[in-house]
Nanobody, 114 residues
Framework: QVQVVESGGGLVQPGGSLRLSCAAS????????MGWYRQAPGKQRELVAR???????NYADSVKGRFTISRDNAKSTVYLQMNSLKPEDTAVYYC????????WGQGTQVTVSS
């Protein structure tokens, strides 16, 4: 079963940047599609970005042009580069396979505030 460890979150001012990392195990990473998800207070968890095993990417409209998902198969790690952050990006960010399975990591908190 997939196990993930997310890191890289923090407090950043609007307009700032963060890079999230997710180390995955328990799966054949190189053939797995991966996704970054987020859950804001009082809201349902949503898919932010996904990347196929071949490197094709797809983004939620709310982050398109600002976020970039990438992967390093040698390290079994998926990244999320987040630029031009907005207060509405504040959430706990999680990674999982895509489509997701009911096995989530602890997530990493991203807070965008001045």
């Amino acid at each position: 079963q997939v196990q993930v460890v997310e890191s890289g979150g923090g407090l950043v001012q609007p307009g700032g940047s963060l890079r999230l990392s997710c180390a995955a195990s328990g799966i054949i990473f190189r053939i797995s599609a991966m996704g970054w998800y987020r859950q804001a207070p009082g809201k349902q968890r949503e898919l932010v970005a996904r990347i196929t095993s071949g490197g094709s990417t797809n983004y939620a409209d709310s982050v398109k042009g600002r976020f970039t998902i990438s992967r390093d198969n040698a390290k079994s790690t998926v990244y999320l580069q987040m630029n031009s952050l907005k207060p509405e990006d504040t959430a706990v960010y999680y990674c999982n396979v895509f489509p997701s399975v009911p096995r989530w990591g602890q997530g990493t908190q991203v807070t965008v505030s001045s």
